[in-house]
């Protein structure tokens, strides 16, 4: 497990992110600890709920958001299984780029 605190770019707000291994054919899965009765979210095209300012996924009423980097990160890694674990609806936006989720990655 890796842990990071930064801030989310939309909302201001400090978000403590930790990203833990998930079991083979698990997917990436977002997992809202902030709030304890919410659904993971998987990351998958079809929960894609806005894309405006920031991709945001959604499963019912638990959303979280600016996930592109760290997807981006995940991908250009290959790798397909992650529980994502957010105090906040929001990603960090650590520094705009996939580079500081490589660096937790690597």
């Known amino acids: ?10 909302t201001g707000r400090k978000v403590t992110l930790t990203l833990l291994p998930a079991p083979v054919n698990t997917g990436i899965v977002f997992r809202r600890v902030d709030l ?5 979210i998987l990351a998958q095209a079809h929960g894609v709920s806005d894309s405006r ?3 945001v996924l959604q499963k019912g ?3 979280v958001s600016t996930v ?4 981006s990160g995940c991908a250009g890694l ?10 906040c609806e929001e990603v960090p936006i650590m520094d705009g780029s996939a580079a500081s989720f490589l660096f937790l990655f690597l």
Request: glycine share 8%.
């Open 36 to 40: 304890p009765s919410a659904d993971p």
């Open 68 to 71: 592109e980097h760290l997807l």
């Open 53 to 55: 300012l920031a991709t």
């Open 61 to 63: 009423d638990t959303r």
């Open 1 to 10: 497990p890796v842990k990071t605190v930064g801030i989310g770019l939309h």
């Open 78 to 87: 290959g790798i397909d299984n992650l529980y994502i674990e957010l105090d």
